[in-house]
């Protein structure tokens, strides 16, 4: 089954403790996409990776980490993690993007921090 | 830049009602029109899209015309069912080069039986 599989489901953790969120596709897809779901804010981009090894900044890129190292995942790390990063966080995928391919999302993790 | 505005919710109808959620855009450029929906608990999925200026988007019962002229892209659905509760987020991209992938804020649909 064609999917983007996040792990894990729900997080909680303490304030600067180093952590990463598993993200990975079955599609061979080429764009991957890390999002914050917040009340009243909507969807916001974190960082994005066109393909292997290129990655770019998104709207709200500050305190977060990405790495591309091969095509099927795209880690999101948190060096030093602190409580305005506690959020509803979002992979996805997408076969490319030339403007009409849509996205596949993950299921979402839950991140809290105290 | 960019930039994607939906009607405030929460939406609350009867089942069997009609649906209209407002969407409207600003962008550079031709972009593509996306909705997507999202259950409880899950990520979002692509509900319908289109591509060009008076394209009609369909997908479950659900519609949306791209239209140009008033930079809008309205979902509507003749007659709402219980598991259509969701929240629904517009979203347009337009690619010049680099993505430029932008959502609205999402609207959430409450249906009552």
């Known amino acids: 089954e064609a999917q983007v599989t996040q792990n894990p489901r729900y997080l909680i953790t303490v304030t600067g403790k180093k952590l990463t969120v598993t993200c990975s596709q079955n599609m061979n897809h080429e764009y991957m996409s890390w999002y914050r779901q917040d009340p009243g804010l909507g969807l916001r981009q974190i960082y994005y990776?066109?393909?292997?090894?290129?990655?770019d900044k998104g709207d709200v890129p500050e305190g977060y980490k990405v790495s591309r190292k091969e095509k099927r995942n795209f880690p999101l790390i948190l060096e030093s993690p602190s409580p305005n990063q506690t959020s509803l966080y979002f992979c996805a995928s997408s076969l490319e993007w030339q403007g009409s391919s849509p996205l596949h999302f993950g299921n979402g993790t839950r991140l809290t921090v105290t | 830049g960019n930039s994607v505005t939906q009607m405030e919710g929460p939406v609350t109808l009867s089942e069997e009602a009609f649906l209209t959620i407002n969407c409207t855009y600003t962008a550079t450029g031709y972009p593509s029109l996306f909705w997507y929906v999202q259950y409880p608990g899950e990520g979002l999925q692509l509900l319908l899209k289109?591509?060009?200026?008076?394209d009609k988007g369909s997908n479950k019962g659900f519609e949306a015309t791209y239209r140009k002229e008033t930079t809008s892209f309205h979902l509507e659905k003749g007659s709402v069912q219980v598991s259509d509760s969701a929240v629904y987020f517009c979203?347009?991209?337009?690619?010049?080069?680099?993505?430029?992938?932008?959502f609205g804020k999402g609207t959430m649909l409450l249906v009552s039986p």
């Open positions: 979203a347009l991209n337009y690619y010049s080069g680099y993505s430029t992938l932008t």
């Open positions: 990776s066109m393909n292997v090894e290129v990655t």
């Open positions: 289109a591509t060009k200026a008076d």
